[in-house]
């Protein structure tokens, strides 16, 4: 595996197994490090990860202890029980997130909304910043976080080569991912022949 | 807050997205005051300007290519 420059990750490994994926992270108003300005203050606040955002929010109490003021306004569309769907408008600020272990996102709008379980929701745009796993193996839920995206992460393809060694039986794959593995095999002949 | 520049921006989309297209704009009032690359840098600038609280930033991207934030589970808004 090759490394790119400036990578950073942490890993969160819980003893059991969990229904929820939070850690506690720092939010400061946003500033570009490294020009000179003082940095602003920075609290840390309990964060629950959810692939089901497509944004990042902070809590209102968020807002009012880092004294931050919105610079826009946005339209979010809240999904709730039997699918039904409501749009509301909302302020957004500009913030600097900092995960565990100093992974920091500078300038990341934000909108402002009552969250269950935590004062941010990371929202897949922080989660298309790098490449996340998570894994329950040994009943342990641990989930890590690198940035910026480093390789491309598939299991499927890690079955087959551990198979492909020496002396080592193809694991049985259903009647679909036999397909898909087909279709793969032929599509990489293709561009095999075209090159 | 903010509402009379957001207000502003839906009323003034189209002449707007024309003119700026991909850039970041200020907004205070019913003016664009600056247009930059970056979110950020227009923060900073419009921070030293105005003060905080007094500026809307606004990406000029046309409605299909704007991403509304959409939410699942766990949030609720007033």
Request: net charge positive; proline share 4%.
């Amino acid at each position: 595996m090759r490394f790119h420059t400036g990578l950073r990750a942490f890993t969160t490994r819980s003893t059991g197994i969990v229904r929820e994926l939070i850690n506690e992270i720092d939010v400061c108003e946003a500033y570009a490090p490294g020009t000179g300005r003082p940095a602003p203050v920075r609290c840390r606040y309990k964060a629950v990860w959810d692939t089901g955002a497509t944004g990042t929010l902070i809590s209102q109490k968020i807002a009012q202890e880092l004294n931050l003021q919105p610079s826009g306004r946005e339209n979010v569309i809240a999904v709730g029980p039997g699918g039904q769907s409501n749009t509301y408008e909302t302020n957004t600020y500009l913030v600097n997130i900092y995960l565990p272990n100093e992974v920091g996102i500078v300038g990341v709008r934000v909108g402002e909304g009552e969250i269950a379980g935590g004062d941010v929701l990371l929202g897949m745009d922080i989660i298309a910043f790098g490449d996340f796993t998570i894994t329950n193996y040994n009943g342990q839920t641990w989930w890590s976080f690198r940035t910026p995206p480093n390789e491309g992460i598939d299991f499927v393809e890690e079955i087959n080569e551990y198979y492909k060694r020496p002396g080592m039986r193809m694991a049985s794959l259903s009647p679909e991912e036999r397909q898909r593995q087909r279709n793969r095999d032929k599509k990489g002949r293709q561009k095999h022949r075209r090159k | 807050m903010l509402d009379r520049e957001f207000e502003y921006y839906k009323t003034h989309e189209n002449e707007l997205l024309e003119r700026y297209k991909g850039k970041f704009i200020a907004i205070v009032g019913e003016e664009v005051v600056g247009v930059f690359d970056s979110e950020l840098e227009a923060y900073q600038q419009m921070k030293e300007k105005y003060g905080l609280g007094k500026f809307l930033l606004q990406h000029c991207v046309p409605i299909k290519d704007r991403l509304i934030q959409r939410y699942h589970s766990r949030v609720a808004f007033r």
